[in-house]
Protein backbone atom coordinates (compact mmCIF):
# COMPACT_ATOMS: atom_id res chain seq x y z
CA UNK A 1 0.00 0.00 0.00
CA UNK A 2 1.54 3.46 -0.89
CA UNK A 3 2.42 5.74 2.25
CA UNK A 4 0.05 8.65 2.55
CA UNK A 5 0.51 11.89 2.72
CA UNK A 6 -0.70 14.01 5.83
CA UNK A 7 -1.24 17.16 5.28
CA UNK A 8 0.86 20.14 6.25
CA UNK A 9 3.54 21.82 4.12
CA UNK A 10 4.48 20.27 0.68
CA UNK A 11 6.68 21.24 -1.67
CA UNK A 12 6.15 21.80 -5.54
CA UNK A 13 9.55 20.53 -6.59
CA UNK A 14 9.08 22.85 -9.82
CA UNK A 15 11.00 26.50 -10.83
CA UNK A 16 8.19 26.71 -13.18
CA UNK A 17 5.07 28.93 -11.89
CA UNK A 18 1.99 27.87 -14.31
CA UNK A 19 3.64 24.20 -13.18
CA UNK A 20 3.26 25.31 -9.47
CA UNK A 21 0.11 26.66 -9.99
CA UNK A 22 -1.54 23.98 -11.87
CA UNK A 23 -0.67 21.39 -9.42
CA UNK A 24 -1.67 23.81 -6.10
CA UNK A 25 -4.95 24.39 -8.43
CA UNK A 26 -5.00 19.99 -8.40
CA UNK A 27 -4.08 19.19 -4.56
CA UNK A 28 -6.53 22.30 -3.12
CA UNK A 29 -9.07 19.83 -1.83
CA UNK A 30 -6.49 17.96 -0.01
CA UNK A 31 -5.00 20.17 2.66
CA UNK A 32 -1.64 20.65 1.62
CA UNK A 33 0.07 23.59 2.08
CA UNK A 34 1.78 24.12 -0.93
CA UNK A 35 5.05 25.90 -1.51
CA UNK A 36 7.44 25.58 -4.50
CA UNK A 37 11.18 24.78 -4.89
CA UNK A 38 11.87 28.21 -6.05
CA UNK A 39 9.89 30.11 -3.05
CA UNK A 40 12.45 28.35 -0.68
CA UNK A 41 15.12 28.72 -3.00
CA UNK A 42 16.36 25.16 -3.50
CA UNK A 43 19.02 24.59 -6.43
CA UNK A 44 17.63 22.89 -9.70
CA UNK A 45 18.94 19.24 -10.00
CA UNK A 46 20.29 18.40 -12.68
CA UNK A 47 17.70 16.09 -14.56
CA UNK A 48 20.37 13.30 -16.30
CA UNK A 49 17.49 10.47 -15.62
CA UNK A 50 16.72 8.67 -18.82
CA UNK A 51 12.67 7.95 -18.15
CA UNK A 52 10.27 10.81 -17.18
CA UNK A 53 10.07 8.52 -13.73
CA UNK A 54 13.75 8.49 -13.16
CA UNK A 55 13.76 12.66 -13.69
CA UNK A 56 10.65 13.12 -11.69
CA UNK A 57 12.70 11.19 -8.60
CA UNK A 58 15.70 13.06 -9.14
CA UNK A 59 13.70 16.13 -8.78
CA UNK A 60 11.31 15.34 -6.10
CA UNK A 61 14.13 13.83 -3.46
CA UNK A 62 16.60 16.79 -4.10
CA UNK A 63 13.55 18.92 -2.92
CA UNK A 64 12.55 16.51 -0.14
CA UNK A 65 15.63 16.40 1.08
CA UNK A 66 16.80 19.80 1.25
CA UNK A 67 13.61 21.13 2.49
CA UNK A 68 12.85 18.57 5.02
CA UNK A 69 9.74 18.43 3.46
CA UNK A 70 7.54 15.90 1.46
CA UNK A 71 8.19 17.15 -2.02
CA UNK A 72 6.11 16.48 -5.34
CA UNK A 73 7.75 16.38 -9.10
CA UNK A 74 6.16 16.09 -12.55
CA UNK A 75 7.91 15.64 -15.51
CA UNK A 76 6.59 15.31 -19.14
CA UNK A 77 6.70 15.67 -22.56
CA UNK A 78 5.77 14.07 -25.83
CA UNK A 79 6.61 10.86 -27.27
CA UNK A 80 6.46 10.63 -31.13
CA UNK A 81 6.24 7.05 -32.39
CA UNK A 82 8.06 7.46 -35.65
CA UNK A 83 11.04 8.99 -34.01
CA UNK A 84 11.27 6.23 -31.44
CA UNK A 85 9.76 8.51 -28.54
CA UNK A 86 11.38 11.11 -29.24
CA UNK A 87 11.61 14.38 -28.52
CA UNK A 88 10.27 12.54 -25.02
CA UNK A 89 12.23 13.62 -21.96
CA UNK A 90 14.18 16.09 -24.18
CA UNK A 91 10.91 17.83 -25.14
CA UNK A 92 11.84 20.75 -23.36
CA UNK A 93 15.11 21.46 -25.02
CA UNK A 94 13.87 20.58 -28.38
CA UNK A 95 12.50 24.30 -28.17
CA UNK A 96 16.22 25.80 -27.53
CA UNK A 97 17.07 28.23 -25.65
CA UNK A 98 14.65 30.32 -26.26
CA UNK A 99 12.22 27.97 -25.25
CA UNK A 100 10.04 28.68 -28.53
CA UNK A 101 7.70 25.85 -29.25
CA UNK A 102 7.07 27.11 -32.70
CA UNK A 103 10.46 26.02 -33.52
CA UNK A 104 10.08 22.82 -31.69
CA UNK A 105 6.79 21.54 -33.45
CA UNK A 106 8.08 22.75 -36.24
CA UNK A 107 11.53 20.48 -35.72
CA UNK A 108 8.67 17.43 -34.97
CA UNK A 109 7.27 18.30 -38.10
CA UNK A 110 10.06 18.71 -40.42
CA UNK A 111 11.64 15.11 -38.99
CA UNK A 112 7.89 13.62 -39.37
CA UNK A 113 6.66 14.93 -42.52
CA UNK A 114 7.20 11.82 -44.83
CA UNK A 115 6.24 9.04 -42.32
CA UNK A 116 3.08 7.50 -42.61
CA UNK A 117 2.86 6.86 -39.11
CA UNK A 118 1.16 10.22 -37.20
CA UNK A 119 0.63 8.59 -34.11
CA UNK A 120 2.01 9.98 -30.70
CA UNK A 121 1.47 10.53 -26.64
CA UNK A 122 1.97 12.82 -24.10
CA UNK A 123 3.87 11.19 -21.28
CA UNK A 124 3.26 12.75 -17.35
CA UNK A 125 5.50 11.04 -14.11
CA UNK A 126 4.63 12.32 -10.92
CA UNK A 127 6.63 11.65 -7.72
CA UNK A 128 5.79 11.80 -4.35
CA UNK A 129 9.37 11.92 -1.82
CA UNK A 130 9.33 12.53 1.98
CA UNK A 131 12.21 13.77 3.62
CA UNK A 132 13.34 9.67 4.75
CA UNK A 133 13.48 9.12 0.96
CA UNK A 134 10.65 7.31 0.97
CA UNK A 135 8.86 7.51 -2.73
CA UNK A 136 5.65 7.36 -4.67
CA UNK A 137 5.53 7.38 -8.42
CA UNK A 138 2.78 7.24 -11.22
CA UNK A 139 2.14 7.70 -14.18
CA UNK A 140 -0.31 8.91 -17.00
CA UNK A 141 -0.68 8.90 -21.09
CA UNK A 142 -2.39 9.93 -23.45
CA UNK A 143 -2.56 8.85 -27.08
CA UNK A 144 -3.47 10.88 -30.42
CA UNK A 145 -1.98 11.88 -33.80
CA UNK A 146 0.19 14.64 -34.66
CA UNK A 147 -1.35 17.53 -37.25
CA UNK A 148 0.00 20.63 -38.94
CA UNK A 149 -0.16 23.20 -39.01
CA UNK A 150 -0.67 24.06 -35.35
CA UNK A 151 -4.33 25.01 -35.09
CA UNK A 152 -5.35 26.70 -31.21
CA UNK A 153 -3.97 29.20 -28.66
CA UNK A 154 -4.60 27.45 -25.54
CA UNK A 155 -2.57 25.42 -23.51
CA UNK A 156 1.11 25.78 -23.75
CA UNK A 157 3.95 23.33 -25.48
CA UNK A 158 3.11 20.87 -28.50
CA UNK A 159 -0.49 21.25 -27.42
CA UNK A 160 -0.81 23.33 -31.36
CA UNK A 161 -0.12 19.96 -32.98
CA UNK A 162 -1.74 17.40 -30.59
CA UNK A 163 -4.78 15.67 -31.63
CA UNK A 164 -6.00 13.19 -28.78
CA UNK A 165 -8.03 9.83 -29.99
CA UNK A 166 -11.16 10.47 -30.27
CA UNK A 167 -11.22 14.26 -30.60
CA UNK A 168 -10.95 16.72 -33.66
CA UNK A 169 -9.52 19.13 -32.12
CA UNK A 170 -6.02 20.08 -31.01
CA UNK A 171 -4.83 20.28 -27.16
CA UNK A 172 -4.70 24.16 -27.86
CA UNK A 173 -8.78 24.35 -29.12
CA UNK A 174 -10.06 22.82 -26.19
CA UNK A 175 -10.95 24.61 -23.11
CA UNK A 176 -8.56 23.98 -20.24
CA UNK A 177 -11.04 21.84 -18.26
CA UNK A 178 -11.82 19.83 -21.36
CA UNK A 179 -8.06 19.49 -21.67
CA UNK A 180 -7.83 18.17 -18.04
CA UNK A 181 -10.21 15.77 -18.34
CA UNK A 182 -8.28 13.96 -20.25
CA UNK A 183 -4.84 14.53 -20.06
CA UNK A 184 -1.85 12.33 -19.33
CA UNK A 185 -1.20 14.82 -16.21
CA UNK A 186 -4.65 14.50 -15.28
CA UNK A 187 -4.41 10.64 -15.39
CA UNK A 188 -1.53 10.45 -13.30
CA UNK A 189 -2.98 12.81 -11.01
CA UNK A 190 -6.06 10.77 -10.39
CA UNK A 191 -3.62 8.04 -9.86
CA UNK A 192 -1.89 9.90 -7.38
CA UNK A 193 -4.35 11.15 -5.22
CA UNK A 194 -6.19 7.93 -5.00
CA UNK A 195 -3.05 6.24 -3.57
CA UNK A 196 -1.77 9.37 -1.88
CA UNK A 197 -4.47 11.57 -0.43
CA UNK A 198 -7.48 12.06 1.27
CA UNK A 199 -9.57 15.19 0.84
CA UNK A 200 -10.47 17.00 3.33
CA UNK A 201 -14.05 18.11 4.28
P1 LIG B 1 9.53 19.41 -18.08
O1 LIG B 1 9.16 20.69 -17.42
O2 LIG B 1 10.99 19.13 -18.12
O3 LIG B 1 8.73 18.25 -17.58
O4 LIG B 1 9.17 19.64 -19.64
C1 LIG B 1 8.00 19.15 -20.17
C2 LIG B 1 7.87 19.65 -21.60
O5 LIG B 1 7.05 18.71 -22.30
C3 LIG B 1 7.15 20.96 -21.67
O6 LIG B 1 8.03 22.03 -21.77
C4 LIG B 1 6.32 20.81 -22.95
O7 LIG B 1 7.08 21.14 -24.05
C5 LIG B 1 6.05 19.34 -23.05
N1 LIG B 1 4.74 19.06 -22.46
C6 LIG B 1 4.47 18.41 -21.30
N2 LIG B 1 3.16 18.38 -21.07
C7 LIG B 1 2.58 19.03 -22.10
C8 LIG B 1 1.22 19.34 -22.40
O8 LIG B 1 0.26 19.04 -21.68
N3 LIG B 1 1.03 20.01 -23.54
C9 LIG B 1 2.03 20.39 -24.38
N4 LIG B 1 3.30 20.14 -24.13
C10 LIG B 1 3.58 19.46 -22.99
Same mark, same amino acid.
Given at each position: ????? +?????????? &??G???E??? !??????????????? &? !???????? =? #? /??? +? *??????? *?????? /?????????L???? =??????????? %???????FS?AMR?VE???? &????R?AHF *??? =? #? !?? %????????????VDGTMVWPPRGDKGFGYDPTFVASGMDITFAEMQPTAKHAISHRA?? /???????? /?????
Amino acid at each position: MARHF +NGGKLVIASH &NPGKVREIGD !LLAPFGADVISAAEL &N !LPEPVEDG =L #T /FIA +N *AQIKAKA *AALASG /FPALADDSGLAVHA =LCGEPGIYSAR %WAGPSKDFSIAMRKVEQAIE &NKEDRSAHF *ACA =L #T !LC %WPDGHMESFEGRVDGTMVWPPRGDKGFGYDPTFVASGMDITFAEMQPTAKHAISHRAQA /FRKLVEAC /FEAVS
